[in-house]
């Protein structure tokens, strides 16, 4: 099975930067490994929907952001060390939520971005932002 880690949240005041990771270890069922799998960022503040953030194929070559978190963060991954990251700058205080990291095992190279679709996730870490 294949297991996900995120961390790297913290308190931060407006206008800073954090970079987030994942680390994954395991297998899926098919065998695939982490290499073989799309991944995503979501995030999800109280009272909302859990939404994308970032997405980004299996080699990394291919990457998608939201909208509206377009131009402020990069999501990048190391196969090598089964992991992905994604960095944040110019944070603000609606960046507040818990971050999630999910994978999903699919072919293709644009991760979906409903959360529901997601086959395996990471317990979240938290991500608060000062004004």
């Known amino acids: 099975q294949v297991q996900l880690q995120a961390s790297g949240g913290g308190l931060m005041q407006a206008g800073g930067y954090l970079r987030l990771s994942c680390a994954a270890s395991?297998?899926?069922?098919?065998?695939?490994?982490?290499?073989?799998?799309?991944v995503a960022w979501f995030r999800q503040a109280p009272g909302t929907e859990r939404e994308s953030v970032a997405r980004?194929?299996?080699?990394?070559?291919?990457?998608f952001y939201a909208d509206f978190m377009k131009g402020r963060i990069t999501i990048s991954r190391d196969n090598a060390k089964n992991k992905v990251y994604l960095q944040m700058n110019s944070l603000r205080p609606d960046d507040t939520a818990v971050y999630y990291c999910?994978?999903?095992?699919?072919?293709?190279?644009?991760?979906?971005?409903?959360?529901?679709?997601?086959?395996?996730w990471g317990q979240g870490t938290q991500v608060t932002v000062s004004s």
């Open positions: 980004i194929s299996r080699s990394g070559a291919h990457k």
């Open positions: 395991g297998r899926a069922p098919s065998g695939r490994t982490f290499s073989e799998l799309l």
């Open positions: 999910a994978a999903v095992e699919r072919d293709g190279f644009d991760p979906p971005t409903g959360p529901d679709e997601y086959d395996y």
